[in-house]
């Protein structure tokens, strides 16, 4: 694990998800959407994480992420988005959403940042992606399936849809209830923006 993973890692286990003191100004330190997008997690308030398996700074905070992740409150539900800004992110949507057909995200989602990131893996097309779940040891039938599969392309596009709605200038970015985004550039780093949205988190659940 590189120096600054670890690190953020350790840093963050030393914060709660309890409330902060802070207060955090709107248009500072968040953003709040001039039209709320529908959630999908019913009752629970929404924690949507705004990715992309090529970013390196998604791939910095993603202990931190999965750390603050098991410590959110009750009354949430956590999602993962593959952002789409342009047709040059939309294999990191199809990765994922491969992934996802494959009941394999939990197993495998943190080693495809480690291939992408640390051992420099080159996924061209289809094949090299396929290529590599194979490695990994996934049916290669299934595999190409999962590519083919119209759920696969039906949540691909709306990701592509979704991801101009939240109007947010890059990743990672994390979305409260449909209704506020905040990143590191608004927070005012990447640990702060974690303590942006346990403020937002406990704003939508009063």
Same mark, same amino acid.
């Given at each position: 694990?590189?120096?600054?993973?670890?690190?953020?890692?350790?840093?963050?286990?030393?914060?709660?998800?309890?409330?902060?003191?802070?207060?955090?100004?709107?248009?500072?330190?968040?953003?709040?959407?001039?039209?709320?997008?529908?959630?999908?997690?019913?009752?629970?308030?929404?924690?949507?994480?705004?990715?992309?398996?090529?970013?390196?700074?998604?791939?910095? *905070?993603?202990?931190?992420?999965?750390?603050? &992740?098991? +410590?959110?409150?009750? $009354?949430? !539900? %956590?999602?993962?988005?593959?952002?789409?800004?342009?047709?040059?992110?939309?294999?990191?949507?199809?990765?994922?959403?491969?992934?996802?057909?494959?009941?394999?995200?939990?197993?495998?989602?943190?080693?495809?940042?480690?291939?992408?990131?640390?051992?420099?893996?080159?996924?061209?097309?289809?094949?090299?992606? *396929?290529?590599?779940?194979?490695?990994?040891? &996934?049916? +290669?039938?299934?595999? $190409?399936? !999962? %590519?083919?599969?119209?759920?696969?392309?039906?949540?691909?596009?709306?990701?592509?849809?979704?991801?101009?709605?939240?109007?947010?200038?890059?990743?990672?970015?994390?979305?409260?209830?449909?209704?506020?985004?905040?990143?590191?550039?608004?927070?005012?780093?990447?640990?702060?923006?974690?303590?942006?949205?346990?403020?937002?988190?406990?704003?939508?659940?009063?």
């Amino acid at each position: 694990m590189p120096k600054i993973r670890l690190i953020l890692s350790i840093f963050l286990l030393s914060f709660s998800t309890a409330i902060f003191a802070e207060t955090y100004t709107e248009g500072e330190h968040y953003i709040a959407l001039d039209k709320p997008v529908k959630t999908t997690t019913g009752a629970k308030v929404e924690v949507r994480e705004l990715f992309w398996y090529y970013c390196p700074h998604c791939f910095n *905070v993603e202990p931190v992420l999965d750390s603050w &992740v098991k +410590k959110l409150p009750s $009354n949430t !539900a %956590f999602v993962r988005q593959p952002a789409v800004f342009s047709d040059r992110w939309m294999n990191g949507a199809i990765f994922y959403y491969v992934l996802e057909q494959l009941g394999e995200v939990e197993r495998l989602h943190g080693q495809l940042f480690e291939a992408i990131h640390l051992h420099k893996t080159a996924f061209i097309d289809q094949a090299d992606f *396929v290529d590599w779940l194979v490695n990994q040891g &996934v049916d +290669k039938d299934k595999a $190409n399936g !999962a %590519f083919k599969s119209f759920s696969v392309r039906i949540k691909v596009n709306k990701s592509k849809v979704n991801t101009v709605k939240y109007h947010t200038s890059g990743v990672p970015a994390l979305v409260i209830n449909g209704k506020y985004w905040t990143d590191a550039s608004h927070a005012g780093g990447e640990l702060e923006m974690f303590k942006v949205a346990d403020y937002l988190i406990e704003k939508e659940s009063n």
